[in-house]
């Protein structure tokens, strides 16, 4: 079996020293000589780095060298892909390689660590084991994330087009509607659902440097002062229930504004069998409800639909 392992940075490829955790392209070899320490089968794990970085500060450019990277690597005979990479962006990427990669033929699966190598708590190694194991054990090929969160003993895979944003100071991941796709948990993996059905072809969406989306979150007595030069789309990012406030005059002469410039409106719904009647005018604001996805994923599509258009 031969999987390639694409390295990105990330706290999964840093060391601390003193106060501050920065990259170490050395805990690359770490990870990949931790986990042939401890299993004998024959895996061939080859690695490559288009690029090192915090995943805080990743840019258009890495996402394209990502998808890229990953594409390239689909022609060639490799059974399976990891991708390491940071835990503030992961989500990100994970929507971009779904949307991208419809269609596989072997899984793409994303690690990384909520603490660097060295530490006794870090997940890192029971990541990535858990995701050569998907690989190895032939399921489903698509963009997977593998992750243990802290309160739990196993690794839970998370479906790429899924994966919540992060709460406030919580490393945890969790799937749309805290429903995830599988667990990992010693040498057992159990799939809760099925793997999504192909969705189209395979495309390399070059992303520009400035989509020009703003995204504005929702809170109480927000004045809208928002300025809409170079703008060309607005997340409106709502409360849990999908609810705005829509009593708001400010909201309301916003979104006047963004109509009189031509600026789109999106807001993400809650999925609920009945809105409350505060989304009664979203419509008449001009604002467009996105059908119930992840924040993640509903602005890495819209920003490689604002690039395909450019």
């Known amino acids: 079996m031969k999987i390639l392992v694409i390295f990105t940075g990330g706290t999964i490829g840093s060391t601390t020293k003193g ?16 986990y042939l320490d401890n299993h004998s089968e024959n895996i061939e794990l080859v690695t490559r780095s288009p690029y090192s970085i915090l995943s805080e500060n990743i840019t258009a450019a890495q996402f394209n060298l990502l998808t890229h990277s990953v594409l390239e690597a689909l022609g060639e005979d490799f059974d399976g892909i990891i991708v390491t990479h940071g835990t503030d962006t992961l989500q990100y990427s994970a929507a971009a390689l779904s949307a991208a990669l419809p269609d596989l033929k072997v899984p793409i699966v994303l690690v990384s660590s909520n603490y660097p190598l060295s530490y006794e708590a870090t997940n890192g190694h ?88 703003t995204v504005i979150t929702a809170t109480p007595a927000d004045g809208y002062a928002y300025a809409l030069e170079g703008v060309k789309a607005v997340i409106l990012r709502p409360y849990h229930s999908g ?21 789109a409106l999106y807001t993400l719904s809650a999925g609920l069998e009945a809105d409350y009647d505060s989304t009664s005018v979203f419509a008449q604001y001009g604002i467009k409800v996105l059908p119930r996805t992840t924040f993640p994923t509903a602005y890495m599509k819209l920003w490689q639909e604002i690039s395909e258009k450019e």
Do not use: M
């Open 19 to 34: 106060k501050w955790t920065s990259l170490d392209g050395g805990t690359n070899f770490a990870l990949i000589e931790g």
């Open 126 to 213: 029971i990541n990535f084991e858990a995701a050569v194991e998907y690989i190895k054990q032939g399921k489903a090929p698509c963009v997977v994330a593998a992750y243990k969160n802290s309160r739990d003993s196993f690794v839970t895979y998370h479906l790429g087009d899924r994966i919540y944003s992060h709460l406030e100071n919580d490393d945890a991941l969790y799937s749309l509607g805290l429903d995830p796709y599988g667990k990992y948990e010693k040498g057992v993996i159990t799939l809760y659902d099925e793997a999504p059905a192909p969705a189209g072809q395979n495309k390399e969406v070059t992303l520009v440097e400035n989509p020009g989306i």
């Open 243 to 263: 609810t705005l406030n829509t009593a708001s005059p400010a909201l309301k002469a916003f979104c006047q504004k963004a109509k009189e410039q031509g600026v």
